[in-house]
């Protein structure tokens, strides 16, 4: 993530992922999951967090689903069904489920496909907020596959010169393996930025860049500004001299393989929450395994070594830094905020939760 939305240094506390991990899956056994269950939720929202990838950890994330379960707006219990299928592919009802465990499920299922047919691919409508995309994409490549994950993000996109939401912020995650260079992982909605980023800047106290969002006729907002009450997000590229129409039309393939492919609708016309799809890639049906993955280490390496513009010190590739900020958080704990904190120990306190946080 960009610097800008990382906690300040100096107000950081850092707290240990494993326990971390252990208070938010106490949290969503509280909401009526299953051992199981609050297990995967947790793993999904920590794998954000230890990553940098503040938008999708705890931080935002944990409090919506908490009053979201208190408005039964997500099945603790759900029991996903296929409701069409056909060889390496199926539609999958969620049931209400919470996405970090239907996701999860889904993605095992297209993962199985792939076993079986080279390529398996699963949608999955009535879903909710399944968390960061990259999860789901990387469960792939321990079973040398490819995999590509995307949901329909809430409604707030403008279309090229538009002025009302037409199209959610709609990430799209792919993960590619590699041998011994860190493996490519890309994951990013296909707003100029993402939402849950918006909510990061105001907690945090930062302007928002040129080109990330619209005044609420749709004019697009081109200076750094303190985040308006009313807003719409562009679509990535900004404006369309830059590219926006690239963006909007890659969130409009993401309502209508998410959506309309599992026959649940797109955009204005969406008749259930989030609809998700999932993609893997058998390797070894396309190409010898290490061959492909030596060609990756090639690749990736280039990519590092590539010459930097003046001012910058090295090139990355998307997963290389999550990568290396892995290794620190795991080592060093996880910055949070103290508001974050504090939300932490009253939740804690009203569901009488053990507050053992280092």
């Given at each position: ?188 909605s296909m707003s100029s930025v993402a939402g849950n980023k918006i909510a990061l800047a105001q907690r945090i106290g930062v302007k928002v860049m040129p080109g990330w969002i619209a005044k609420a006729d749709g004019t697009p907002i081109m200076e ?34 998410a959506g309309v492919l599992g026959g649940s609708g797109a955009g204005n016309f969406r008749r259930s929450q989030a609809a998700h799809h999932f993609i893997a890639y058998d390797i070894d049906a ?73």
């Amino acid at each position: 993530m960009l610097e800008r939305f990382h906690v300040p240094h100096d107000i950081a506390v850092k707290v240990n992922h494993k326990e971390i991990f252990d208070v938010v899956k106490n949290i969503f056994l509280k909401m009526g999951m299953s051992d199981e269950d609050a297990r995967i939720s947790a793993d999904v929202l920590i794998y954000a967090d230890v990553r940098g990838i503040e938008s999708h950890g705890v931080s935002n994330m944990l409090r919506r689903y908490v009053d979201a379960f208190a408005e039964k707006d997500i099945n603790p219990t759900p029991k996903p069904k296929v409701i069409r299928g056909k060889g390496a592919v199926a539609t999958l009802d969620s049931d209400a489920g919470h996405g970090l465990v239907v996701g999860p499920y889904a993605m095992n299922m297209a993962i199985e496909k792939a076993k079986d047919y080279g390529i398996g691919s699963v949608t999955v409508i009535n879903g909710r907020h399944f968390g960061a995309c990259a999860y789901h994409a990387e469960m792939a490549l321990k079973h040398n596959m490819i995999g590509i994950a995307m949901t329909t993000g809430g409604l707030m996109v403008a279309p090229v010169n538009g002025a009302e939401a037409k199209v959610g912020l709609n990430p799209i995650g792919v993960a590619v393996p590699t041998k011994d260079e860190p493996p490519f992982i890309f994951d990013a909605s296909m707003s100029s930025v993402a939402g849950n980023k918006i909510a990061l800047a105001q907690r945090i106290g930062v302007k928002v860049m040129p080109g990330w969002i619209a005044k609420a006729d749709g004019t697009p907002i081109m200076e750094e500004t303190e985040v308006p009450d009313e807003y719409l997000m562009l679509p990535a590229g900004g404006t369309r001299e830059i590219g926006s129409h690239k963006g909007f039309s890659l969130a409009m393939l993401v309502e209508i393989l998410a959506g309309v492919l599992g026959g649940s609708g797109a955009g204005n016309f969406r008749r259930s929450q989030a609809a998700h799809h999932f993609i893997a890639y058998d390797i070894d049906a396309f190409t010898d395994v290490d061959k492909f993955k030596s060609d990756m280490d090639e690749y990736m390496k280039s990519i590092k070594e590539t010459k930097p513009a003046p001012g910058v010190d090295r090139v990355v590739y998307a997963g290389l830094p999550e990568y290396e900020e892995k290794i620190e958080r795991e080592d060093d704990g996880i910055p949070y905020h103290p508001e974050v904190l504090d939300w932490f120990k009253n939740i804690c306190a009203e569901l009488g939760i053990d507050w053992n946080l280092s």
